[in-house]
């Protein structure tokens, strides 16, 4: 067993309410908690609090007053695809409206994909996210809509996380134009199949443009059938009945959330499900942000993520993200914070990911900065320090 401490620690964010200034994120201050550290044994932290009362450790490092967090928790993104959009985003910029069928030119160009290309790519993305301070992620599948081609993305997903979700019901692909329901039979049934083994969760885009909420119902369920748990994309684009769908079928998580009527904010309140907000999506599509206050405020559980993808917001960035949340939706930094880290291991339901109490996993971050809110504060700067997962710097 190879020990290590952490000291010397500006702000520690622990996520913890039962330490330090017992705020929603259990912050340990140098100011107030002399020499705040961390010990991390192998690959889970052993034990927080001040250096004066450490245990001895192999190594001692030295973070000279920086912050340190625990690791972003992605909860949602679509990261094995090939081409981009580009194109389609300086139209947005110029004043085009976006719409879910930008969706199938991605699905052209990876279905042309090799396997090898695609890996390469998912690779490079993975380096982005891990330097930019994430280090649990969520993939989606929803570029191929067909059986070989989910089959492929959901397999390359998992070679990189645990946390796969299949997306077959992204949209209608154009072979099955005015057939929907043809398609919705093959993704429940064969693409299904296909592409469980590989899968934690089942998702689907419910919104204008793309599947209905009977449909949506209909495809969740055959996911559910098959041990597959529940996330959803939707009122995005409209202010339609998914976020109740997704309340009703005790979903993890409910996406977007940017159009929400009081009742859908009242039956979140009342139930577990995530609601996750993607203000980069917003940033990069020019809508209306969604309203994360009206969220908080009403005791809803929200979880920031990227959304990366590339049509409607190719942003891999957490501290981008929390910069949005902070400055457009009237998040606080401190609960902007929260969502981006234990928010999104709620989203994913993970228990071992997402603060730093003893026994969970050594995911950390170093921000190079006096405290957390300079994530916020300073946009655009790349102040992500060094990253540990599971221990070990990467
Ligand atoms: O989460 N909303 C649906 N899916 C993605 C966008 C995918 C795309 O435009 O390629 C999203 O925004
Ligand atoms: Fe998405």
Redesign the pocket.
């Known amino acids: 067993m190879r020990s290590t401490l952490i000291t010397n620690i500006g702000e520690l964010v622990t996520n913890d309410e039962s330490v330090g200034d017992r705020s929603l994120l259990g912050v340990l201050r140098a100011s107030t908690d002399a020499h705040a550290s961390v010990l991390v044994n192998d690959e889970v932290i052993q034990w927080v609090g001040s250096s004066d009362a450490a245990p001895d450790a192999d190594e001692v490092i030295d973070l000279g007053g920086n912050t340190l967090i625990p690791g972003f928790v992605d909860s949602?993104s679509?990261l094995v695809?090939a081409g981009d959009?580009v194109d389609e985003f300086e139209a947005r910029m110029r004043g085009e409206k976006?719409a879910?069928g930008?969706?199938l030119s991605?699905v052209a160009a990876t279905r042309a994909a090799t396997d090898e290309t695609l890996r390469t790519r998912l690779r490079a993305f993975v380096d982005e996210l891990h330097s930019q301070g994430t280090t649990t992620f969520e993939i989606k599948s929803?570029?191929g809509l067909n059986v070989e081609t989910e089959e492929r993305l959901v397999r390359l997903a998992r070679e990189v996380t645990d946390e796969v979700t299949f997306?077959g019901a992204?949209v209608v692909p154009a072979e099955f134009n005015g057939r929907s329901e043809e398609y919705i039979a093959l993704v429940t049934g064969e693409m299904l199949d296909a592409c469980a083994p590989y899968s934690k969760w089942i998702d689907v885009?419910c919104?204008d443009g793309?599947f209905d909420v009977d449909q949506a119902r209909r495809i969740l369920s055959a996911g559910r059938a098959r041990n597959l748990g529940v996330r959803m994309?939707a009122n995005?684009?409209t202010l339609g009945a998914g976020v109740k769908l997704a309340v009703e079928l005790g979903a993890a998580a409910v996406?977007?959330c940017t159009y929400l009527s009081d009742e859908d904010v009242e039956a979140l309140a009342k139930s577990q499900t995530v609601a996750t907000i993607?203000p980069g999506?917003e940033f990069s599509t020019k809508h209306p942000y969604p309203n994360a206050r009206r969220l908080l405020d009403a005791g809803v559980t929200v979880a920031l993520a990227s959304?990366c993808?590339?049509?409607?917001?190719f942003t891999s960035s957490m501290p981008f993200c929390i910069a949005l949340a902070v400055r457009e939706i009237g998040m606080t930094p401190a609960e902007a914070l929260w969502a981006a880290t234990a928010g999104g291991a709620r989203a994913l339901h993970r228990s071992d990911v997402g603060s730093l109490k003893p026994g969970m996993k050594a995911n950390l971050v170093e921000i190079k900065a006096p405290s957390f809110r300079h994530l916020a504060y300073r946009p655009g700067v790349p102040q992500i320090g060094r990253v540990w997962i599971d221990g070990n710097l990467v």
């Open positions: 949602h679509h695809f959009r976006y879910a930008g969706i991605t929803g570029y997306l992204h885009f919104d793309a994309h995005q684009l996406d977007h993607l999506v959304d993808n590339p049509g409607s917001c």
